[in-house]
């Protein structure tokens, strides 16, 4: 099969619509870079002032930037966005720092009083997804731990002075009360803004998400040491790690968001070990028999793969080759569009592409009438908007009352939340007779190639 699932980039010179579009393919790794760099110097200034909240919001800021240092070609960035890179990357280290050396205490107390634990994304991510720490604007630090360490492990948090901000039965979130939030942009890289620690007892939500899998587990028996920087600690096998960040970014997805700089990182890590066939065996493996999961594999590496030109292993692209006809058809016809949509509240749009995740949401929810309540929640999602808006009023009294509140204070931004939400349920609404008649027509391909057999019903 040719396209994205054969691990190769466009296949050319493409020219793109926005200058977003053109930074993800100068980050690519695969194709020309001379003809990235001639693409990037085609925008102005007014572009790049444009896209600078994108890129922040991306995760791509400071990958960005040291791509073009090593290419050389800073020059193409007008002078005082390229500065303010600059001191976001200066800013970030001094963030990494501050982090690492909380991170080291945290871990040294775990360890003395016996918590079992596994370090999860963040700094386990180097150098297997991330070359450099201080790349990533990383806003906490996650944990699996087991039941019988939890309490252990909220003591030694507690007494290290974070307070518990979020209890669910799958995790704790902690925070210090008294780091303050980022206000703007920049201030996100700043060591003096707030990070949280997470602690794990699963990495699937599949009550919220109501996807019909057999939930992925991860066990804390098979952690190795890692060290980074002088320090260790314990993480998870290679095969664990690309497996949470797959459903990590799957799960964001059916969140209809994802962070640009999260598939940046499988392609990454993809770059590195698509060759590696004992790896890809113990993944192989570890996913066993799963349809879903492999297919969940499969989505997730072909955005890295369509996106930054990221090579695919041998077993992923057979796997691709199970992959359901509606999946196929939303990945190759509708995954660039949702991705570099404006679909945060914050953008304004007439018709926001985020909802166009649910045509893909909708084919891992196999019960006709769980199906048919979960799309109308993600379209008139009414009970998240109460609840947000009660928790940024910071008040507890009653619903109306908050909401009340939180509207008189902040009316613009409640009215541009209430207005991304109908104007894109109103854009995936639109976008059904398309999707059907593509669907119409890979069931009918699918149908006509031999031994064709879906391996998932819907």
């Known amino acids: ?51 600078l909240r994108w890129l922040h919001i ?86 699996l731990v087991d039941d019988q360490s939890l309490a252990a492990a909220t003591r030694v948090l507690e007494e ?44 699937w939500n599949q009550d919220f998400y109501r996807v019909s899998m057999a939930e992925p587990r991860f066990s804390l028996a098979n952690t190795q040491t890692n060290r980074w920087q002088g320090m260790s600690f314990q993480a998870l096998p290679d095969e664990d790690s690309f497996l949470i960040q797959t459903f990590h970014a799957f799960h964001h997805i059916l969140g209809c968001w994802i962070r640009m700089s999260w598939v940046y990182e499988m392609a990454y890590f993809l770059n590195r070990q698509a060759f590696d066939s004992l790896l890809w065996s113990r993944i192989e493996r ?61 953008e304004f749009s007439m018709f926001p592409t985020a909802k166009l995740a649910l045509f893909l949401h909708r084919e891992y929810v196999f019960d006709a009438e769980t199906r048919r309540r979960l799309t109308w929640m993600r379209l008139l999602p009414a009970k998240q908007l109460l609840d947000r808006l009660r928790r940024s009023s910071r008040l507890r009294r009653n619903t109306s009352v908050a909401v009340r509140e939180t509207t008189r204070r902040h009316p613009k931004k409640t009215l541009l939340r209430i207005a991304f939400h109908l104007t894109s349920g109103l854009r995936y609404l639109l976008e059904i007779p398309r999707w059907w008649w593509l669907n119409r027509i890979a069931r009918l391909r699918h149908a006509a190639q031999p031994g064709s057999e879906a391996t998932v019903s819907a």
Request: aromatic share 10%; glycine share 6%.
């Open 1 to 51: 099969m040719g396209g994205i699932f054969d691990g190769k980039a466009d296949g050319g010179v493409v020219v793109r619509a926005t200058l977003a579009e053109v930074i993800v393919d100068f980050l690519s790794f695969s194709g020309n870079t001379s003809d990235h760099l001639k693409a990037l110097r085609r925008f102005d200034y007014r572009d790049w002032q444009r896209t």
């Open 58 to 143: 991306s995760g791509l800021a400071l990958y960005f930037l040291q791509k073009l240092r090593q290419t050389d070609a800073t020059d193409i960035v007008p002078t005082p966005i390229l500065l303010g890179l600059e001191q976001n990357l200066t800013a970030n280290k001094a963030r990494v720092a501050v982090m690492a050396h909380q991170f080291n205490s945290l871990n040294q107390r775990f360890d003395a009083v016996d918590v079992q634990y596994a370090v999860v994304k963040g700094f386990a991510l180097v150098p297997q997804f991330c070359p450099d720490a201080s790349l990533r604007r990383q806003g906490d630090c996650d944990y």
């Open 160 to 203: 290290s002075g974070y307070a518990l901000q979020v209890r669910s039965p799958r995790e704790s979130v902690f925070k210090m009360p008294s780091a303050r939030s980022p206000v703007n942009i920049d201030e996100q890289y700043s060591a003096h803004t707030t990070h949280g620690i997470e602690l794990h007892l699963y990495l």
């Open 286 to 346: 570890r996913v066993g028999d799963e349809p879903l999961q492999r297919e969940i594999v499969v989505v997730v590496t072909a955005l890295a793969a369509q996106f930054f030109g990221a090579p695919l292993p041998p077993i992923i692209s057979t796997w691709a080759q199970e992959l359901r006809p509606a999946v196929r058809v939303w990945v190759e016809n509708y995954a660039r569009k949702w991705a570099f949509g404006k679909n945060q509240p914050y």
